[in-house]
Nanobody, 124 residues
Framework: QVQLVESGGGSVQAGGSLRLSCAYS??????LGWFRQAPGTEREGVAA????????YYSDSVKGRFTVSHDNAKDTFYLQMNSLKPEDTAMYYC???????????????????WGRGTQVTVSS
């Protein structure tokens, strides 16, 4: 069982930055993903990272603004969010699966383990 705990959410004005963290219990090499869900919408894949090689993946809506990374020594996964927009407002979740990101992300149903989420609110 992999446990994931997000932190770092909050409220920020448009153009601002936030960094989300996801502490995870090490299990094996896996795909770590960030997803988000706004009220009334489906869960959307934001970014992912394959811990085996550090290969990263981004949705078109955040490419160039968000950066995903991980720290093996701390067992922590990060999402640095810059140039935030009101449309980035959502609950953000980290997730993990013991499979290649290329075969799983951005399909949320492919991810087995989930955190409880952290709220990000961007005001205009």
């Amino acid at each position: 069982q992999v446990q994931l705990v997000e932190s770092g959410g909050g409220s920020v004005q448009a153009g601002g930055s936030l960094r989300l963290s996801c502490a995870y219990s090490r299990y094996s090499t896996f795909c770590l993903g960030w997803f988000r869900q706004a009220p009334g919408t489906e869960r959307e894949g934001v970014a992912a990272l394959w811990t085996g090689t550090g290969t990263t993946y981004y949705s078109d809506s955040v490419k160039g603004r968000f950066t995903v990374s991980h720290d093996n020594a701390k067992d922590t996964f990060y999402l640095q969010m810059n140039s935030l927009k009101p449309e980035d407002t959502a609950m953000y979740y980290c997730a993990a699966v013991s499979a290649l990101c290329s075969r799983t992300w951005p399909v949320s149903d492919s991810f087995r383990f989930w955190g409880r989420g952290t709220q990000v609110t961007v005001s205009s």
